[in-house]
């Protein structure tokens, strides 16, 4: 790679990127995939198992694969990896498909892989000791190619390999809310990744960076524009910026989808109507696929939103959700495409919002056409800190069932706050639904997972250092729904800030307690919906006049003098009910539903004898005490990991973590004046009054808060 | 800086960081300040001037001169650069205050440099060679570093240097057009630089690049927000936000502006009106100084857009412009700061509005207080490829005046047009205004240069490599408004893409002819405005149906069986009355006008016989040629290049340039298209007929264009 003749001129590059330019400051860019050096005498150790690489595999994503090992093994060991046609000394890495030579010497059975997964084995070939990586396919290899990667990023070791892993769903798919101005809706990382107006003649680098970015954690499809899509991305100009950008994803195995809006063929098409069961607009839709295909061969699909806050859908020609998607899946059928639907509805005035999707969609169920998805959020209403799972979830046994997750932060404190969102989709995932079967889990109900994106142009892409850990997080838990937050937060935090014992254990225990905290500090005890109307910044429960009940927060916190929480029990909504027997006694039960949903479920009296003790209102301070204190507790820390990290990624961090501590305060203070103020209560003996009165806190607005 | 031993890690951190590293892409990010090292044997010669550093100020801006030089020597030299407490060797570089020891010692006078000048002298002291920058002020020392840094990147000679430059304009600034939400208008470099959500306690490192880019070209202030200002700005949670900038660009020389509503005392200030000589409304803009000044000693002042499009202003009081800005001018004085008030109004629906800044504020030279400046935009419309100089230089003898140019190309081709824009600022500096003398110029009348930033948050500042050198030709024109556009052009390219002579003369060779390209395929012969309506990208020359007559293209170009262009002389509006007479008479006459400004002040036959020997209809046709030609020949030329750059720079600008070449070829086309539907003639023999029908052009539409 270099002679030592160059030496001096490599050097003085390396000093120049080091000290005098702004690109080699630390700025979070490289993400997960740093493939710094790994420190002797370790990387001796490695180096044993990586002396040349034998690709045994052609096509764009076997090249991918190829061109990672070589970057991200050059990387590691520092020094340069050759690349053989066959292998000619020990410490061979081959990569190859299923029916390559290499297998079949080995006996390497790639049955059971399917098309995704791969197997990484030690093994002796020719004499030489090896380390195979094998699948039935490209896609497989890739995979294979970052898991053998990030198990050096961890450190764990190449000896006597014998791994085989597979998804279980078959789509991890990131949701853009990317509107086509470079706006993103509930963004905070900058603007769209998709610069539409330079594309399709310019082709950013970072798109492929995203992409690879994607491959390393398994994603395998991205949803391009916003869910209140605009029409104007089915219009031909824009396929081609399309496909220019599926022509970028694809050696990364990411295929493209997009938001389609429903009456395209009214804004773009011409037609009077989008009525699905009107031959002219079916007839659109056929000839508008037909379009995408011959452009984009391995297009995924749409994503749909349809009749909810606004926008439209085939309600408004008197015909079902299934009717709808049905027609959309017709026209994407004789191409493989697939219909992702969305079940985030809720149109009724005067039905509890959290009933809304399961009460529309559940009997729907058994209409869709096959390649429709319906698409859940992971609770009931809104992507809140906390929600109890959706009931749809073991609910629709003959529908595939997509889980929709938020990556970005929207109610969790934007990019500012440090928030782990691992530990809740994990809560999520194993949450038993008892449908079908009694041990069943919402896991068991998933076809595919979908993340709303955090990423945008910020440089660090995803607005924080730590926010990366979400889309990281997002991707290993769709590939393997059962996993653990844990296991996954320490390999993120071994391959993001390094892998000493002091930092790792640091790092992931404030990760693991961070989502704890922000639903301390905001929506303690079950508690939902209680941020700032609009924008969602900020504390705001006091609000009651916005148009839609159930846009206010004292729709959800039903605070008075009696007490606290929505009763959805059968005293009142009877939302318990949507939820199968079991799981619908524990939380219709005051003693069982347990302190995360117990305010979700019930309106509990202020004086109500909680499990610490203390009454309710006591508890309630205490939650947004603990909450606060877990904050301060995390600055503490991450202080104390000065010396481990580089300065700028440190002092990033840092300051994001006195942003949440100022803001987690405001809003116990806000918080606790409101209650304060119906419950009439007094504050626990030796607890902080708020720092403001009540007035105060309502009376500020933020006109230009992110996101919106 | 290293010794030997760590040879082997810093050659492996290089090779990560240029092989596996995106960091290490070259991606334009360092700008113009780049200091790589100049290849030997001419750093050898340099390294002899340049052996040690021994600084004699202190103070903030001293200090950052002190480490761009260390910085910059470091890396141009391939090798640290020592700083001494006082000259013990051959080569010393000395830093020195007017009044300091090394100074008297070498009788080097300081006086003429006034607050911002510097100069720099060979000199010998001790008994040693040494290199001298001296200045009247710790910003002079900055100015000077710079230049010094700035000879050897553009490798001129150390030798016996004797300079002396001082600014010729006190007031340098960029205007942000930076909405709160991080919006942009008429940006396409990315997001606001400003990230207020995160500020004050999160201070970006790009806050300090930035202002550091700006001291390098003598930019020293900055309006952060835009002219179409919300008042959230002025309240006190911003003002800290504000405050945290003004702090960051301080030791680099940059004071901060804002914005200011006009009608912030009713929005944020709870008073009833804003009318200016109502006493509440006074004491309330005094208060809110003082305020500012409290957080920010050094605050420059507000700009001010009133009673111009839409915007809040003294004439909703029946308020002169005066008035308004004497009122915010009072609350400024007492600290020092400055309004500038814009002079952008056309408020009456059937003058030219060519002439409406000049008819309103002529009449109020002498009436503004002496702390407000009159900001007149270059042209008297809008920032057109071409205008004439607003009328207004050279007519207010009385008012200090301020040049506003756009650096951001809202009506040259956004960010994917290579467009050189120091030829037209050069152009307007230097045209002759006869006023108060015959020989004056724009230049003469100055007291001030606002650029219109074209920042953002994309990896390269501006949107595209080339628009960097419109960011840098705005700050050195501000600096000297006589300097040449083509030194400076030349100036970057060396610091920007390399000194090679070949690539420099070739690139300097597209600049300098990129400007009239655009004006030959968009607005050719004295045309303007013929943009598509609201964000201006593309042609539509037919646009008639505008609220107001002055935003519809037609108003502009007047085509007609008959002919062609805006009759601006006694015949017409008489625009041309509002220059001094020999001006006036040389802008009436056909044969005198020029081919530049025909068709801004003649409505011209198409047959009319120009200089060419070719009818008006003909020769019209062969500028839209000549402008798509001379893209097509930027993109060869550039191709030629291609050894000489990195590949990505160099292929993000031959992306561009195959952009530009296509929707040259659009505006070409469809303007012919449009004018032969107007002028009923034939195109002349051998010219390539426009590429689709008028229809087609009409019917294309932008609704996500950027910018807007």
């Known amino acids: 790679m270099f002679d030592s003749a160059q030496l001096p001129k490599i050097v003085a590059m390396a000093l120049i990127l080091l000290a005098a330019s702004p690109a080699a400051a630390e700025d979070g860019h490289r993400l997960w995939l740093r493939y710094d050096p790994v420190e002797t005498p370790l990387r001796q150790r490695y180096a044993a198992h990586v002396s040349e690489l034998v690709i045994d595999a052609h096509g764009p994503m076997a090249n991918a694969a190829a061109s990672e090992l070589k970057r991200g093994l050059s990387g590691l060991l520092a020094q340069s990896i050759p690349a053989r046609a066959q292998v000619d000394r020990d410490g ?24 995704e997964g791969y197997a990484i084995r030690s093994a002796t070939l020719d004499g030489h000791t090896a380390t195979v990586i094998a699948a039935n396919s490209e896609r497989g ?17 190449l000896v006597q390999l014998n791994l085989r892993d597979a998804p279980a769903l078959s789509l991890r798919m990131l949701d853009h809310w990317d509107n086509l101005n470079g706006f993103v809706e509930r963004g905070y990382a900058g603007k769209s990744l998709w610069d539409w107006g330079a594309l399709p003649q310019h082709v950013d680098r970072r798109y492929s960076d995203y992409a690879r970015a994607n491959a390393s954690i398994g994603v395998n499809g991205a949803v391009l524009n916003n869910v209140n899509a605009s029409a104007q991305i089915l219009t031909p100009a824009y396929l081609r910026k399309v496909k220019a950008l599926a022509d970028t994803f694809r050696p990364w195995g990411v295929r493209v989808y997009l ?22 607009v079916r007839r659109w839709w056929r000839a508008k696929a037909d379009d995408i295909y011959r452009l984009i061969p391995d297009f995924g699909g749409f994503l749909i939103k349809a009749n909810s806050e606004g926008q439209p859908g085939p309600q408004d020609y008197h015909r079902s959700h299934a009717e709808g998607a049905n027609m959309l899946a017709d026209a994407l059928r004789p191409h493989g495409g697939v219909v992702l639907w969305r079940a985030f509805v809720y149109a009724s005035s005067d039905k509890d919002r959290a009933k809304e999707a399961y009460d529309e969609f559940k009997p729907l169920d058994g209409e869709f056409a096959r390649n429709v998805i319906v698409q859940v959020k992971n609770g009931p209403v809104d992507f809140q800190p906390r929600e109890p799972f959706s009931p749809l979830f073991g609910a629709m046994p003959h529908t595939p069932l997509a889980m929709e997750v938020e990556i970005t932060k929207e109610y969790l404190g934007f990019n500012t706050h440090l928030a782990y969102l691992g530990t809740m989709w994990e809560e999520v995932l194993k949450s038993r639904t008892a449908r079908p079967n009694p041990a069943s889990i919402v ?5 595919a997972m979908a993340g709303v994106a955090n990423t945008g142009t910020d440089r660090n892409w995803s607005g924080s250092q730590f926010d990366q850990a979400n889309w990281y997080a997002f991707g290993r838990l769709a590939w393997n729904p059962r996993a653990s937050s844990r296991a996954i937060a320490e390999e993120w935090a ?6 000493d014992p002091r930092l790792v254990a640091t790092v992931v225990r404030m990760m693991m307690s961070s989502r704890q905290a922000v639903v301390d500090y905001m929506t303690p005890l079950g508690l939902a919906h209680q941020m700032g109307t609009g924008h969602h910044y900020g504390p705001a429960p006091w609000v009651d006049d916005q148009q839609r009940a159930e846009w206010n927060p004292v729709y959800y916190n039903r605070a008075d003098s009696n007490g606290i929480g929505f009763d959805r029990t059968a005293t009142g909504s009877n939302a318990v009910a949507q939820y199968a027997p079991p799981i619908a006694m524990r ?23 909680m499990p610490s003790g203390k009454p309710l209102w006591h508890e309630l301070i205490a939650r947004y005490d603990r909450g606060v204190a877990t904050v301060d507790a995390m600055a503490q820390t991450w202080a104390s990991l000065q010396a481990y990290v580089d300065p700028e990624r440190f002092q990033d961090t840092a300051d994001y973590l006195r942003i949440q501590g100022q803001e987690a305060r405001w809003w116990r203070d806000a918080s606790i004046a409101y209650w304060q103020s119906v419950s009439h209560l007094p504050l626990p003996a030796g607890v902080r009054p708020p720092e403001h009165a009540l007035a105060y806190y309502k009376s500020l607005s933020f006109p230009e808060a992110p996101g919106q």
Chains 1, 2 share one sequence.
Request: net charge positive; proline share 5%.
């Open 92 to 115: 061979a890495v081959i990569v190859a498909l299923a029916g390559s030579p290499e297998l079949r010497l080995l006996h390497l059975r790639t049955s059971g892989l399917g098309t």
């Open 141 to 157: 290899l890739l995979y294979g190619t970052f898991a053998l990667l990030r198990r050096i990023q961890t450190h764990q070791s």
């Open 259 to 280: 938001s389609a809006r429903f009456s395209a063929p009214i804004e773009i098409g011409g037609l009077k109507t989008a009525d699905p069961l009107n031959l002219a």
């Open 443 to 447: 896991a068991d109900s998933l076809s």
């Open 494 to 499: 071994r391959m993001t800030w390094g892998n």
């Open 587 to 609: 939380f219709a039960n005051l003693r069982t539903v347990g302190d995360d949903y117990l305010l979700w479920f019930h309106h509990v009296p202020w004086d109500f004898p």
